[in-house]
């Protein structure tokens, strides 16, 4: 009996043990215990430490929930949020307890709600499309939010015109897409800087520069970003066009339509509903969660999402398939609506925020990439010829820590900088730099990967 127990042991602990080696749920998150996160403040280009740790500190798991605490800080810079919100980005101290064996709502569909609806792989939360305001008929003026009055029936009451909080909030977010309701730093978006965007929409970055989670790369399947709160996965804005990994990578584009009207006065599915604005500049298309529709996709579009915003598919971490979300973009990579989850959740809603974890769990040690293979160093230098700053970005999501040096062609070294897990970006001033020829190399303390770069003066 004793050894029957003893071999029913060492079983649970082998299924446990390959549990974390295989389930992305839990080998995805960036986990750190040395870097602190940053901002910026209005007025001052340069970067203030915070006394917080970024990303994810400790990945716990069972058999059927994984533990993630974080901070809620990320490593890339946050702020200055410049539409007068006087937060910063504040430590949240939070435990969040993610489904490992996601299912399908085979019932009514979750509705997504403001706050927390998923949690990006650095331990920033992901909120939805909204931004609490709406629109009051019988005021005819915006309700809810900050500086304006309450909307009837209180906070979360159902209206007919909801704003979308990616047009209507866009000068309040950071270069990172990002910013904090209450001290939460969050994302409602493809959280990839405005900068490199094909079509940039915000200055913000031209002083307050920073970076977000990924870059994003037309020629490869998008990382996996982060999970929604029913455990299913979210990737960034491209992949395999077909479900079954064929067909070449492909942006997966929203079914969502901006709706062909100049009055609102019918919802997307054509009931009359109370008046809202007239469309105008001030209230342009897009600027209302209603002023969109969903047109159903044939067989013929695989490309095309659902009205959850996502597909059952292969994906690199996900083989033999699963249901996925994804992070929408439009042709020139803006967010794209519904943005990433919503407006309705595909699965069970079971994630929560915990105070503490009440059951037997693992802690899962994440092993260094780099161990395993040696890998060339997917990286980009601008500009080359440079003259003031030299930039060196990180294609794609970085789950690594990396060392950048400046050297001449002697070996001697200028400069040392570093780009750290979550972040992809590091920067050399080279006012001071004699015109010539150098060396830029790049390690992760296995890999090296060294590039030329010209000063020009």
Known sequence: MLKRIFSFSIALLLCSDLVAQTNPAITSWLQNTSIMGS?????NSNPIADAVLANVQTVQYSNNWVYVSTH???????GPFLDGNPSLASDQNAIFKVSLNPTENTGSKTATTGGNIGLFINGVALFDYRDG?????????LCGGPGNPPCPGGPGAAMDWNRDAIVAERAGFDCSKGHPAMGNYHHHQNP???KLDLNVISTICNLYDADGLYVIDSTQHSPLIGFAYDGFPIYG?????????TGGIVRIKSSYKLRNIAVRTTSPAGATVTTGPVVSAQYPLG????????IATSVATPDYLDEHNGRFCKTPEYPNGIYCYFATVDDKWNSAYPYVVGPTFYGVKNAVKVASITEPVTTYTPTSAGSVTSQTIDVAIFPNPANDLIAIQLNGLNTMNYEIVLM?????IIQKTNIHQGSTIGYFDTKSIYAGVYLIKITDGINVTTKKAVISK
């Not at 901002?39 to 007025?43: L, S």
């Open 39 to 43: 901002h910026y403040v209005q007025g």
């Open 72 to 78: 809620g800080i990320p490593a890339y810079i946050t």
């Open 133 to 141: 305001v709406a629109w009051n008929p019988t005021t005819n003026a």
């Open 192 to 194: 990839s800087a405005f």
């Open 237 to 245: 804005a491209y992949g395999y066009k077909n479900a079954d990994g």
């Open 287 to 294: 600027y209302f969660r209603e002023d969109y529709e969903y």
């Open 408 to 412: 001449d062609l002697n070996g001697r």
